[in-house]
Structures are given as C-alpha cells and as structure tokens.
C-alpha cells in the first residue's frame, strides 16, 4: 500500500520546537519530491516547504524562512521538517506529499498524500 504518514505534530508554546516526520511505505521516496502544506482553521490550505528528489534544492514559504528547515534521508523513505521559533500563526494541520514532477505550487500535481498531524502553538 502506498502511502505518507506524519508524526511530529503537538502543542508547543510560543518559541518552541517541533520536527514533523514524514515516512513514506509502498514507494521510493527519492524519486519524488517532497512538499509539507498547512492548513488552518477557515484558511485554505498553503505550502510550507519542498525539497528535491535528492535533497539538493530547498523552496520555503516567506513566513517560515529562516525558522523552518527541510531535509531527508532517503535510505530511511523520510523527510523531516525541523520548526524553530514557532509562532501561533503556524497553529495549522500539517500534511507531507509526494511530487514525482518536483517541486510545485501546484498542489494537483502531488501524488501522494498523508493524513496531517497537528500543531498547535499556543502559550
């Protein structure tokens, strides 16, 4: 079975840390790129972050840039996404997916998607 699981997500207070984790079964992670998305509540959903097949190009939102930061390990079929500094802005349902195209805006074009996990950033 194919499929994207995150974990990592929780209540942190303001300045906080998290690391979502997302694991991919069923498929080679390296021969897709991988978007993390948010959505909050009443809000459409956005992108976060990508990273390439092979890790050496990175695209970030301006509202986590400097704060957020995308890697993987492809010999583990993760991708993780490191978040420093977290505000309450980024209180949102976080989900990973998988773009065998690359890196794209266009949220169609991801093939994969996980279920989300939550962060809640709130003092």
């Known amino acids: 079975q194919l499929q994207l699981v995150e974990s990592g997500g929780g209540l942190v207070q303001p300045g906080g840390s998290l690391r979502l984790s997302c694991a991919a079964s069923?498929?080679?992670?390296?021969?897709?790129?991988i978007g993390w998305f948010r959505q909050a509540p009443g809000k459409e959903r956005e992108g976060v972050s990508c990273?390439?097949?092979?890790?050496?190009?990175?695209n970030y939102a301006d509202s986590v840039k400097g704060r957020f930061t995308i890697s993987r390990d492809n010999a583990r079929n993760t991708v993780y996404l490191q978040m420093n500094g977290l505000k309450p802005e980024d209180t949102a349902v976080y989900y990973c997916?998988?773009?065998?195209?690359?890196?794209?805006?266009?949220?169609?074009?991801?093939?994969?998607w996980g279920q989300g996990t939550q962060v809640t950033v709130s003092s």
């Open positions: 997916a998988a773009s065998r195209p690359g890196c794209t805006v266009v949220q169609g074009l991801y093939d994969y």
């Open positions: 069923g498929f080679t992670l390296r021969d897709y790129a």
């Open positions: 990273i390439s097949g092979g890790g050496g190009t990175t």
